[in-house]
């Protein structure tokens, strides 16, 4: 029984970790902070989430000596994209909520040009 704890935590750890490197960059603040670091966690626990659902559906397939049916493997790979999709949504839906980045317009102004004529 501890064997899909330890398959959540580890896959959620690395799930958190990845986002986190690859993640664009938020508001500098408390606000941006905070989305930064449920934006990671959310998208770690989906993939922990995953993970625990991939194991236990190769267990469930030893158990039955590669008897599972279609509809056993259907059920279960609706429930896992059920669940890991609605924490990759809360994801989403925080990382677009949350605020961008100040962007210092440096951009240098074309002088007009004037015309000989």
Do not use: K, N
């Not at 790979?77 to 949350?98: E, H, K, P, S, W």
């Amino acid at each position: 029984m501890l064997t899909p704890v330890l398959i959540f935590v580890v896959a959620a750890v690395v799930g958190a970790w990845a986002c986190a490197q690859w993640l664009p960059d938020l508001a500098a603040g408390s606000v941006g902070g905070l989305a930064f670091f449920l934006v990671c966690g959310l998208a770690g626990a989906a993939l922990g989430v995953i993970a625990t659902h991939i194991y236990l559906m190769v267990r469930l397939a030893e158990e039955r000596h590669l008897s599972f049916r279609a509809e056993g493997m259907a059920s279960q790979l609706q429930a896992m994209g059920f669940d890991a999709g609605t924490l990759a949504a809360f994801a989403g839906i925080v990382y677009l909520l949350a605020p961008a980045p100040e962007v210092d317009d440096e951009r240098e102004t074309q002088p007009a040009v004037e015309s000989a004529a």
